[in-house]
């Protein structure tokens, strides 16, 4: 039984060992080190023509230094919780946006349905960083934003490289993150339940959150670790769009590298970017694995 | 409005014809002009785009009574349900339910509860939580509901289930969900859409007896729908044959079954062989039939049957024949002269397949009543197939 299972795992085991569990070694090893003046600027290095020795100095010299810099730094402990604030309200606001979306796209026919998922799909066509660019353009004081508040006669809004703008980029670039796998939760779900329930005496809106939502619950979690996940650790929106007020670890990480060529310390801080966000995936597949179980 | 076809009435002639098949039931409020239907379809029509799903359908079902809406698929028999139900509209007629229109109340506002053809349990719920949905929404109290939840899992002998998914139930066991939920509202009807149709054979039959139980018990007024005929003679006490949206023939299943209206129906209930032949002298109370494979025509009971010269069809239940290796008397009337062309043998029953001369087939059901057998009928044999002057129906449509 586990041997065609074990051998059917060699591939996707290959591909994460060379993808994954390398490039994070290689992190976790620049995280150790210490930053030195040098090409490339940090020690210490292997030292292979000492042989056993070498290593062993190698690894004598690894130490904790950059994370203990890391915990007494003010400013990267606020720009995690800035992060994570960011990716709540995006992942929050993306559920909002993106949940009537989905709905609306899975009660179509068929024939339309394919038409608007072909248009929530549409904007990968264009270069990620060309549709965060033009929200400078609609979000900037003479933008497009404030050309139409001005046909309205609304005053104008200085959004542009404001939490706000950072907020709305964010929204806008994972939203399709959101709408895919709420449509395929909802696409799926049986409409015959809904006329059950309403046969059971309960009216449409009342079997929306006895029924639909419940069911697609599996879709909102999907779509939510989509977008929180990569918004924590988003770079080009903040770095664009937002101002110096907002702080998020993506760009402190691109600064630490290639402005301050700290490589230990940044390798350091993506380091525990990861154990933080690894930490919400392994607690919601230990939850359902419990509710697996409750329910045999 | 026009009046469904009612089966005809057959005439009881001095003793030779009193009854119809053969039970005996004394509930028939159909009968009693005093009684007050439950549900009334008033030439309700229903249209898909131009086709007429169901086509100026009247029907009038009575309290108490266990209902069969039956035909093939397509024939409208769901769209009729669903439109009691609440989730089809209306294009013409009236729908009316103890004296009150049913017209714009929505699904979750009529008293009546259905079971889904594919039980549309609630897969986040378990049993018991499925079992009390309907209860919840009625706003009863939580003690009340899991008072009647109790009762109802011990109604259908769920007990030990009550904290499984659905997914966890075998199909037997979710079909009894299904009805348990449906009926935890005691709804003044309980509409089943083909509530067997995906149970083995031998579940089916227990689960038939078990929902006539159940009926008798809860005195609830049960519509059910159904392509399978076997099912709706059962378990009903009328039956209404539907065929492209209307409503061909309304009685109880011996009624449809021994006296049905149309070819339609006689085809569609059970196995029948049927004689297209011509009307030649009507001697009352029997009619004279001409045909040619018959040495001496047919003589049968003359109920509906037209002057001379009109085209019937005669139709005769398999069962109904006689089947003989010996030539019978010269004068003997229905009598067919051929040869075996196929057997069949299920056990309980034999079915010989005849050659008439001409080509024409006839099947012949013989009980086997018997374990040793002494002269047994095989292949190619010369035989002879008769039946009785009233095993026959004459039909004109």
Same mark, same amino acid.
Not at chain 2, 127 to 153: H, S, T, Y
Not at chain 2, 249 to 257: A, D, F, L, N, S
Not at chain 2, 301 to 307: A, E, K, T, V, Y
Not at chain 2, 354 to 373: C, D, H, I
């Given at each position: 039984m586990s041997r065609p299972r074990s051998r059917a795992a060699i591939l996707p085991g290959l591909w994460l060992a060379i993808l994954f569990a390398f490039p994070f070694l290689l992190v976790l090893r620049l995280s150790l080190s210490d930053t030195a003046l040098a090409i490339p600027p940090y020690a210490p290095q292997i030292d292979w023509s000492r042989g056993l020795d070498g290593l062993k100095a190698f690894f004598a010299a690894l130490d904790f230094e950059m994370y203990r810099r890391l915990g007494s730094d003010r400013l990267y402990f606020d720009a995690f919780i800035s992060s994570l604030q960011f990716a709540a309200m995006g992942t929050v606001l993306a559920l909002l946006v993106g949940y009537p979306m989905a709905y609306g796209m899975a009660r179509c026919r068929p024939g339309t349905r394919n038409i608007l998922l072909m248009l929530v799909i549409l904007p990968f066509w264009t270069s990620f960083l060309i549709r965060v660019y033009a929200w400078v353009g609609i979000l900037k004081p003479q933008g497009l934003l404030n050309a139409f508040l001005g046909l309205l006669h609304i005053p104008p809004v200085d959004l542009l490289y404001t939490p706000a703008a950072v907020q709305i980029g964010l929204v806008y670039s994972y939203l399709p993150f959101m709408v895919l796998p709420l449509y395929a939760a909802l696409e799926r779900l049986d409409q015959t339940l809904l006329e059950a329930a309403a046969d059971l005496g309960s009216p449409p809106w009342k079997s929306f959150w006895q029924v639909t939502w419940p069911l697609s619950i599996p879709g909102v979690i999907a779509g939510c670790l989509l977008c929180f996940i990569p918004m924590v650790g988003e770079f080009v929106i903040p770095d664009l769009l937002g101002g110096p007020g907002s702080l998020m670890i993506g760009r402190s990480i691109w600064m630490e590298f290639f402005a301050n060529r700290n490589w230990p310390f940044a390798s350091a801080v993506a380091i525990v970017l990861l154990v933080t966000l690894i930490a919400p995936i392994l607690l919601y597949q230990r939850q359902q694995a419990k509710a697996l179980e409750a329910g045999r | 409005m026009s009046r469904p076809p009612v089966s005809?009435?057959?005439?009881?002639?001095?003793?030779?014809?009193?009854?119809?098949?053969?039970?005996?039931?004394?509930?028939?409020?159909?009968?009693?002009?005093?009684?007050?239907?439950?549900? @009334?379809?008033?030439?309700?029509?229903?249209?898909?785009?131009?086709?007429?799903?169901?086509?100026?359908?009247?029907?009038?079902?009575?309290?108490?009574?266990?209902?069969?809406?039956?035909?093939?698929?397509?024939?409208?028999?769901?769209?009729?349900? @669903?439109?009691?139900?609440?989730?089809?509209? /209306?294009?013409?007629? @009236?729908?009316?339910?103890?004296?009150?229109?049913?017209? !714009?109340?929505?699904?979750?506002?009529?008293?009546?509860?259905?079971?889904?053809?594919?039980?549309?349990?609630?897969?986040?719920?378990?049993?018991?939580?499925?079992?009390?949905? !309907? &209860?919840?929404?009625?706003?009863?109290?939580?003690?009340?509901?899991?008072?009647?939840?109790?009762?109802?899992?011990?109604?259908?002998?769920?007990?030990?289930?009550?904290?499984?998914?659905?997914?966890?139930?075998?199909?037997?066991?979710?079909?009894?969900?299904? &009805?348990?939920?449906?009926?935890?509202?005691?709804?003044?009807?309980? &509409?089943?859409?083909?509530? /067997? !149709?995906?149970?083995?054979? $031998? &579940?089916? %039959?227990?689960?038939?007896?078990?929902?006539?139980?159940?009926?008798?018990?809860?005195?609830?007024?049960?519509?059910?729908?159904?392509?399978?005929?076997? %099912?709706?003679?059962?378990?009903?006490?009328?039956?209404?044959?539907?065929?492209?949206? $209307?409503?061909?023939?309304?009685?109880?299943?011996?009624?449809?079954?021994?006296?049905?209206?149309?070819?339609?129906?006689?085809?569609? /209930?059970?196995?029948?062989?049927?004689? %297209?032949?011509?009307?030649?002298?009507?001697?009352?109370?029997?009619?004279?039939?001409?045909?040619?494979?018959?040495?001496?025509?047919?003589?049968?009971?003359?109920?509906?049957?037209?002057?001379?010269?009109?085209?019937?069809?005669?139709?005769?239940?398999?069962?109904?024949?006689?089947?003989?290796?010996?030539?019978?008397?010269?004068?003997? @009337?229905?009598?067919?002269?051929?040869?075996?062309?196929?057997?069949?043998?299920?056990?309980?029953?034999?079915?010989?397949?005849?050659?008439?001369?001409?080509?024409?087939?006839?099947?012949?059901?013989?009980?086997?009543?018997?374990?040793?057998?002494?002269?047994?009928?095989?292949?190619?044999? $010369?035989?002879?197939?008769?039946?009785?002057?009233?095993?026959?129906?004459? /039909?004109?449509?």
């Open positions: - | 005809r009435p057959v005439r009881s002639e001095a003793g030779r014809r009193p009854n119809i098949g053969a039970v005996r039931s004394s509930f028939a409020p159909w009968n009693d002009p005093d009684a007050t239907p439950l549900v @009334r379809f008033e030439s309700v029509t229903k249209r898909f785009g131009d086709h007429a799903a169901v086509d100026d359908v009247s029907l009038d079902i009575y309290p108490g009574e266990f209902f069969a809406l039956l035909g093939p698929s397509g024939c409208g028999k769901t769209t009729l349900m @669903r439109m009691l139900a609440g989730f089809e509209t /209306l294009d013409a007629g @009236r729908i009316t339910l103890a004296g009150e229109d049913l017209a !714009g109340a929505p699904p979750h506002k009529r008293p009546v509860n259905m079971m889904f053809q594919s039980y549309a349990l609630f897969p986040h719920l378990n049993v018991e939580q499925n079992i009390a949905f !309907g &209860l919840k929404q009625e706003g009863m109290g939580k003690k009340d509901i899991a008072a009647r939840v109790a009762e109802m899992l011990a109604l259908v002998k769920l007990d030990a289930f009550a904290k499984r998914k659905p997914d966890q139930l075998s199909g037997g066991q979710k079909q009894r969900v299904a &009805l348990a939920r449906a009926i935890a509202r005691k709804p003044r009807m309980l &509409l089943l859409d083909e509530p /067997l !149709g995906a149970l083995d054979k $031998k &579940l089916r %039959e227990e689960t038939q007896f078990e929902l006539m139980d159940l009926q008798a018990e809860l005195g609830v007024t049960f519509l059910i729908v159904t392509h399978d005929q076997e %099912e709706a003679m059962v378990m009903a006490d009328r039956i209404a044959v539907m065929r492209e949206g $209307k409503i061909v023939q309304i009685g109880r299943p011996e009624e449809v079954y021994e006296a049905p209206n149309s070819r339609y129906v006689a085809e569609f /209930l059970g196995d029948v062989n049927l004689f %297209e032949t011509t009307v030649e002298a009507i001697e009352h109370p029997m009619a004279h039939l001409d045909l040619a494979e018959a040495q001496a025509g047919f003589y049968v009971l003359d109920d509906d049957c037209p002057g001379p010269g009109s085209t019937v069809w005669l139709a005769v239940r398999p069962e109904k024949m006689r089947i003989s290796l010996d030539p019978p008397a010269a004068d003997a @009337r229905n009598v067919l002269a051929g040869e075996i062309w196929d057997i069949g043998y299920t056990g309980d029953w034999t079915n010989y397949i005849v050659e008439l001369p001409g080509g024409k087939l006839v099947r012949v059901a013989r009980a086997n009543s018997r374990r040793f057998v002494d002269r047994p009928i095989g292949w190619d044999d $010369k035989v002879w197939v008769s039946f009785d002057p009233d095993a026959g129906v004459v /039909l004109t449509a």
